[in-house]
């Protein structure tokens, strides 16, 4: 089953089940896929607009403006761009990552700004989308990993971070944050 199939059938359990919170959650994933994949649609149709030449009319003609629509249409069926802007699983990913992301820093803000309550619901967020991601690395893991990596590139020190940094990265993409990513490179790196 992919994740969207996923998220839809989740979304009609918690519909069914009364479950408020976790209906509203995973709606608003939805949303932000959605947007996301219209984001990519956009930008697709402005390349194979310009790509094949197909100018804006500048005035209000209901002829020229007719004419424009159905150039554009084509030039979507052509590109097949419906196709080309469906998120695949690990665009997916990326958005769950995203909005996880953007939960975990509510959180620290709520609890520096003293907001427990708003803390809490975050959290109970973070728990809805942190199930729709793979399982995290632990430090260890990721240690591991990033020695192999020195070791196959021959890094020796910080300067060589960046040579490390985007195959890791590459690697670890999804089951692990870059910032503990970074942290265990850099220590690795500076000793």
Request: aromatic residues 2%; hydrophobic residues 45%; proline residues 3%.
């Amino acid at each position: 089953m992919s994740l969207r199939d996923r998220l839809t059938a989740d979304l009609k359990e918690a519909m069914k089940g009364g479950d408020a919170m976790r209906r509203t959650v995973i709606r608003g994933l939805l949303a932000a896929i959605r947007e996301s994949e219209q984001r990519a649609r956009e930008e697709l149709v402005r390349k194979a607009l310009q790509k094949h030449g197909v100018p804006r009319p500048t005035g209000t003609d209901p002829a020229a403006m007719a004419e424009y629509d159905r150039a554009v249409q084509a030039v979507i069926a052509q590109e097949d761009i419906e196709a080309q802007s469906a998120l695949d699983e690990a665009g997916i990913l990326a958005v769950v990552q995203r909005l996880a992301k953007q939960r975990q820093e509510t959180i620290a803000d709520a609890q520096r700004a003293g907001r427990d309550d708003l803390a809490a619901a975050e959290q109970r967020e973070l728990e809805v989308l942190e199930a729709y991601l793979p399982r995290q690395m632990t430090r260890e893991q990721v240690e591991a990993e990033a020695r192999a990596l020195i070791a196959e590139v021959g890094a020796s020190g910080p300067r060589d971070m960046g040579r490390v940094m985007g195959p890791l990265m590459d690697t670890l993409k999804g089951r692990a944050d870059g910032k503990l990513v970074s942290e265990v490179v850099r220590a690795l790196l500076a000793g």
